[in-house]
Nanobody
Framework: QVQLVESGGGMVQAGGSLRLSCAAS????????MGWYRQAPGKQREFVAT???????MYADSLKGRFTISRENAKNTVYLQMNSLKPEDTGVYYC???????????????WGQGTQVTVSS
């Protein structure tokens, strides 16, 4: 079992910055990809960014250039640096981690509890 704890959300003015963190904890697991998704009120959850175990990254086209994803493997933690924030970035941001048990092959997925990001105009 892997549990995710998110932090770093809050309220900022347009043009400001925030950094989200997500730490994975548990036993007998190995992390593969880590990523972020977000959901605005009345909208479906959408992809934001992912980072693989070899540090290769992928971003939603509309966010590339403003957001940066990174990871710190020693802490099993993934970060999302958000710059030049816009009101349309407002929503709940969720961490997603793909992992496996060390004695099994099958992949598993865990989701964080979500953290609110509010950007005012």
């Amino acid at each position: 079992q892997v549990q995710l704890v998110e932090s770093g959300g809050g309220m900022v003015q347009a043009g400001g910055s925030l950094r989200l963190s997500c730490a994975a904890s548990g036993s007998m697991f190995r992390v593969n990809a880590m990523g972020w998704y977000r959901q605005a009120p009345g909208k479906q959850r959408e992809f934001v960014a992912t980072i693989n175990s070899d540090d290769t990254t992928m971003y939603a086209d509309s966010l590339k250039g403003r957001f940066t994803i990174s990871r710190e493997n020693a802490k099993n933690t993934v970060y999302l640096q958000m710059n030049s924030l816009k009101p349309e970035d407002t929503g709940v941001y969720y961490c997603k981690v793909d992992w496996r048990r060390i004695d099994q092959i099958g992949p598993r997925t865990s989701w964080g509890q979500g953290t609110q990001v509010t950007v005012s105009s």
